[in-house]
């Protein structure tokens, strides 16, 4: 019965994704044979209800009528994060999805999440055929499912762009040709000072660690030797860039103001037009919010941009984001119902992600049209976006991906990463000082943890 329920279930949901083995079975151990189980579980994620995770739960009570979940909608930033730990220990928090491998590898360290090793080898749960790896396995034990992942991309306010006379959108682009089209587009006030930045990073410190990501396909903080690697001239060059264009030529929103201000990339570039375009991974999440995110020009799409082309650019796929785990004790009633849940969204849950702006990675769901999950149709897509290029850009999961799963003091590295690098976009270390004095502590943590 459970195999039976399970394929229906895929005929009724999914395309199966190409890149499957002949007879590989990927959805036999999602349901449980009794799926008239009851209990009540608290599921902590990011997204708000409006955001498809109102649709993903009356979905899951289609199959699993007497489970009820209640949904805890919180913040993904430094503040939200340190609450949602406090609600752990006080045993708030049933079933939780985290999102960067750095917040899920803090609560694996701690032993926030359930080790789940044991039901994934007994029920035959195999990751690599599911989600395409098994790097997120700590110390031998299996916490957490990778359930959604993150597309990287430029958005681009298309009057801005026609207005500078950029011509048609890039399908391939290098870091100095988009840092020539935010000049470009930058505007000026009467006395000189800027009005619009033409470009703009994301708000997180690392992204300028992704441009030597792109060129070496994952895990951007390491050599391979195992040592960091900041003082890798592809990396080196990375931060100088952001910071002349920032600090110096000032055509990029500085990251400063970013941090000082606790402001996010969907705010400059869409509710206070501080940006003309940015580098980010889940702006088409805000822009069917109209209430919150109203705005009157078309935003086109171009891929991340590659130090040369005719490189393989790893981050023009879906890249891992989020993992999601059971916080109950093993032996709690409603442990189950916690298990029943996070099996079936890890699976066929997450193509709901699509209408966050985030991409669903388990590999045997193709999520539909990320269009009409966003917007309702690709004629009411059009009011908003350029469609061609959403499609050729955003979500491609055929695409390379860039990916991380060295995790040897993951969250030290990460920590003294987004310290140094804003001494140098505070301006208050030279770039090439703050990445030579970040290497030098970074490898000492690494040293230590081996």
Same mark, same amino acid.
């Given at each position: 019965?459970?195999?039976?329920?399970?394929?229906?279930?895929?005929?009724l949901?999914?395309?199966?994704?190409?890149?499957?083995?002949?007879?590989?079975?990927?959805?036999?151990?999602?349901?449980e044979?009794?799926?008239?189980?009851?209990? %009540?579980?608290?599921?902590?994620?990011?997204?708000?209800?409006?955001?498809?995770?109102?649709?993903?739960?009356a979905?899951?009570?289609?199959?699993?009528?007497?489970?009820?979940?209640?949904? @805890?909608?919180? *913040?993904?930033?430094?503040?939200? @994060?340190?609450?949602v *730990?406090?609600?752990?220990?006080?045993?708030?928090?049933?079933?939780?999805?985290?999102?960067?491998?750095?917040?899920? =590898?803090?609560?694996?360290?701690?032993?926030?999440y359930t080790?789940?090793?044991?039901?994934?080898?007994?029920?035959?749960?195999?990751?690599?055929?599911?989600?395409?790896?098994?790097?997120?396995?700590?110390?031998?034990?299996?916490?957490?499912?990778?359930?959604?992942?993150?597309?990287?991309? !430029?958005a681009? *306010?298309?009057?801005?762009?026609?207005?500078?006379?950029?011509?048609?959108?890039?399908?391939?682009?290098t870091w100095?040709? =988009?840092?020539?089209?935010?000049?470009?587009?930058?505007?000026?006030? %009467?006395?000189?000072?800027?009005?619009?930045?033409?470009?703009?990073?994301?708000h997180?410190? *690392?992204?300028y660690?992704?441009?030597?990501?792109? !060129?070496?396909?994952?895990?951007?903080?390491?050599?391979?030797?195992?040592?960091?690697?900041?003082?890798?001239?592809?990396?080196?060059? #990375?931060?100088?860039?952001?910071?002349?264009?920032?600090?110096?030529?000032?055509?990029?929103?500085?990251?400063?103001?970013?941090?000082?201000?606790?402001?996010?990339?969907?705010?400059?570039?869409?509710?206070?037009?501080?940006?003309?375009?940015?580098?980010?991974?889940?702006?088409?999440?805000?822009?069917?919010?109209? #209430?919150? =995110?109203? !705005?009157?020009?078309i935003?086109?799409?171009?891929?991340?941009?590659?130090?040369?082309?005719?490189?393989? @650019?790893?981050?023009?796929?879906?890249?891992?984001?989020?993992?999601?785990?059971?916080?109950l004790?093993?032996?709690?009633?409603?442990?189950?119902?916690?298990?029943?849940?996070?099996?079936?969204?890890?699976?066929?849950?997450?193509?709901?992600? +699509? #209408?966050?702006?985030?991409?669903?990675?388990?590999?045997? $769901?193709?999520?539909?049209s990320?269009?009409?999950?966003l917007?309702?149709?690709?004629?009411? #897509?059009a009011?908003?976006?350029?469609?061609?290029?959403?499609?050729?850009?955003?979500?491609?999961?055929?695409?390379?991906?860039?990916? %991380?799963? %060295?995790? $040897?003091?993951?969250?030290?590295?990460?920590?003294?990463?987004?310290?140094?690098?804003?001494y +140098?976009?505070?301006d208050?270390?030279?770039?090439?000082? +703050?990445?030579?004095?970040?290497?030098?502590?970074?490898?000492?943590?690494?040293?230590?943890?081996?």
């Amino acid at each position: 019965m459970k195999k039976v329920l399970a394929l229906l279930l895929a005929v009724l949901l999914l395309i199966p994704c190409a890149g499957l083995a002949s007879g590989e079975d990927i959805t036999s151990w999602i349901l449980e044979d009794d799926t008239s189980i009851s209990g %009540e579980i608290s599921f902590w994620m990011p997204f708000k209800g409006s955001q498809g995770m109102d649709a993903l739960i009356a979905e899951f009570n289609e199959t699993y009528p007497n489970i009820k979940v209640n949904l @805890n909608t919180y *913040n993904s930033n430094s503040d939200g @994060n340190l609450s949602v *730990n406090t609600s752990i220990m006080a045993g708030e928090v049933d079933v939780l999805a985290s999102f960067g491998l750095s917040n899920a =590898y803090k609560r694996w360290d701690a032993g926030m999440y359930t080790d789940l090793t044991d039901l994934v080898e007994e029920e035959g749960i195999d990751l690599v055929a599911n989600w395409g790896s098994d790097a997120f396995v700590f110390d031998d034990c299996i916490y957490t499912f990778p359930c959604g992942g993150l597309s990287y991309y !430029v958005a681009i *306010n298309m009057n801005a762009w026609n207005a500078a006379g950029l011509g048609e959108l890039p399908t391939e682009w290098t870091w100095d040709e =988009y840092f020539a089209a935010s000049k470009a587009m930058t505007e000026y006030n %009467e006395d000189g000072s800027v009005k619009v930045y033409g470009g703009s990073s994301y708000h997180s410190q *690392n992204y300028y660690t992704y441009v030597y990501g792109s !060129v070496v396909g994952k895990n951007a903080y390491y050599d391979e030797d195992g040592t960091s690697s900041f003082d890798n001239p592809i990396m080196i060059k #990375a931060l100088q860039d952001e910071y002349n264009a920032e600090v110096v030529e000032k055509i990029w929103f500085p990251k400063s103001i970013y941090r000082g201000d606790n402001l996010q990339a969907q705010q400059t570039f869409l509710v206070e037009r501080m940006t003309n375009s940015s580098l980010t991974p889940n702006m088409v999440r805000f822009l069917p919010d109209t #209430a919150n =995110y109203s !705005v009157d020009f078309i935003t086109g799409f171009a891929p991340w941009p590659v130090v040369e082309k005719g490189q393989t @650019n790893y981050m023009s796929g879906v890249s891992p984001f989020s993992h999601a785990g059971i916080c109950l004790d093993r032996d709690d009633e409603n442990f189950p119902a916690a298990w029943a849940f996070l099996k079936w969204y890890s699976t066929y849950g997450v193509k709901y992600l +699509a #209408a966050a702006g985030h991409q669903p990675n388990w590999k045997g $769901t193709e999520a539909g049209s990320a269009l009409a999950l966003l917007f309702g149709s690709e004629e009411e #897509a059009a009011k908003y976006v350029d469609v061609e290029s959403f499609k050729r850009v955003v979500g491609v999961s055929t695409n390379p991906s860039y990916y %991380e799963d %060295e995790l $040897t003091a993951y969250s030290k590295v990460n920590s003294l990463m987004a310290e140094y690098t804003m001494y +140098a976009l505070n301006d208050t270390m030279s770039p090439e000082e +703050a990445l030579a004095e970040l290497t030098k502590l970074a490898d000492e943590e690494i040293a230590k943890a081996r």
